[in-house]
């Protein structure tokens, strides 16, 4: 009779002992997956690997959500919302306390990004983050870039880089064919090692629009990727290690801040889109006023300082410079 017991309740007995003890073992870290493929880069300077960082968890973890309109917030404090923690022989990423997220590359000419770990796809949206460079850790000779990357499907994405060593900005294109420069320029504001740059990026439809330190840098228009996956890239060029800390990462509904300033004449503000209505208010020369949108004949809605009421102003009359472009502007009627 004690063959028999054992040959059934005692199995499953001890069957679901290793299973439970087997669960308990240790804290393991989330990791990720292999590198992808070598992409080759058809960039200003050759990048010869390019793994892509994947979370192979199958459900991520519920991450905390800040303001009433964030989509997707981490400040890096909590292992537990489930980036990839992993260590190849190149590079490697996971969290750092108190408070960042790091992706460290160990030789040159290597490139890697990592993606927020409930792989979301996002359309319009604007995505803000805090990064820095910890000079510590990173090597005192060569060059690197590092920052946002979005709407990512497999090797397709875009990217808004920074390199603080050469004071410039970048905008990427990453394709199966390679790496491409969209645009670029200087930003004698990025700020040295161990001190946060903001970075943001503003996505509707094929427009972006690249900020940092809150100065809108760049603007550029690529219809191919319409969404796709945000998150980080690091980029090394012959910079033997570069190590970036990632901080306060907020994907949010699209919000475009748009401004116009009157150069070279007077503008009267008026009730309504048209010369007809009321005057309410006067624009002198210099005058720097926020925008709202603008009416199909080509009138900018504007918030009227110590009114609860928007003005509008004409754009035809040409004193007008509006940061962004106007064809990024909403289509807005009284």
């Known amino acids: 009779m004690k063959n028999k017991f054992v040959s059934r309740s005692s199995w499953t007995t001890i069957l679901l002992m290793v299973l439970l003890n087997t669960a308990g073992c240790g804290n393991i870290p989330a990791t990720a997956s292999e590198p992808t493929a070598s992409?080759?880069?058809?960039?200003?300077?050759?990048?010869?690997?390019?793994?892509?960082?994947?979370?192979?968890?199958?459900?991520?973890?519920?991450?905390?959500?800040?303001?009433?309109?964030?989509?997707?917030?981490d400040d890096f404090t909590d292992p537990s919302t489930g980036w990839p923690e992993a260590k190849f022989d190149n590079y490697f990423v996971g969290y750092h306390e108190p408070e960042y997220y790091h992706v460290e590359i160990t030789g040159g000419n290597y490139k890697t990004t990592v993606f927020e770990p409930k792989k979301e796809s996002f359309g319009d949206f604007t995505v803000d983050i805090q990064v820095l460079v910890a000079s510590?850790?990173?090597?005192?000779?060569?060059?690197?870039?590092?920052?946002?990357?979005?709407?990512?499907?497999?090797?397709?994405?875009?990217?808004?880089?920074?390199?603080?060593?050469?004071?410039?900005?970048?905008?990427?294109?990453?394709?199966?064919?390679?790496?491409?420069?969209?645009?670029?320029?200087?930003?004698?504001?990025?700020?040295?090692?161990?001190?946060?740059?903001?970075l943001r990026v503003d996505a509707q439809g094929s427009n972006f629009l690249f900020h940092i330190n809150d100065e809108l840098v760049g603007q550029v228009t690529d219809p191919d990727y319409a969404s796709g996956e945000i998150g980080f890239y690091v980029e090394s060029f012959d910079s033997p290690n570069t190590h970036i800390h990632f901080d306060t990462f907020t994907i949010r509904n699209v919000e475009l801040t748009l401004t116009c300033a009157v150069s070279?004449?007077?503008?009267?503000?008026?009730?309504?889109?048209?010369?007809?209505?009321?005057?309410?208010?006067?624009?002198?020369d210099g005058d720097t006023?926020?925008?709202?949108?603008?009416?199909?004949?080509?009138?900018?809605?504007?918030?009227?300082?110590?009114?609860?009421?928007?003005?509008?102003?004409?754009?035809?009359?040409?004193?007008?410079?509006?940061?962004?472009t106007i064809d990024l502007f909403p289509i807005v009627n009284p």
Do not use: M
Not at 270 to 280: C, D, E, H, L
């Open 39 to 73: 992409v080759p880069v058809a960039s200003a300077s050759p990048v010869s690997e390019t793994p892509s960082t994947e979370n192979t968890a199958t459900a991520a973890p519920e991450v905390p959500v800040s303001g009433s309109d964030a989509l997707f917030h």
């Open 136 to 198: 510590a850790k990173t090597a005192p000779q060569g060059e690197f870039r590092y920052g946002l990357a979005f709407r990512r499907s497999g090797d397709q994405y875009y990217a808004f880089t920074i390199s603080p060593r050469e004071k410039k900005w970048y905008v990427l294109k990453s394709s199966p064919s390679g790496l491409t420069v969209l645009a670029e320029g200087a930003a004698e504001d990025i700020h040295d090692a161990d001190v946060d740059d903001s």
């Open 264 to 284: 070279g004449g007077t503008l009267y503000v008026r009730s309504g889109p048209g010369k007809t209505n009321p005057q309410i208010s006067v624009l002198a």
């Open 289 to 324: 006023v926020q925008a709202l949108g603008i009416s199909p004949n080509q009138w900018i809605k504007i918030k009227v300082e110590g009114s609860d009421e928007p003005g509008w102003v004409s754009y035809d009359e040409g004193f007008l410079s509006c940061t962004p």
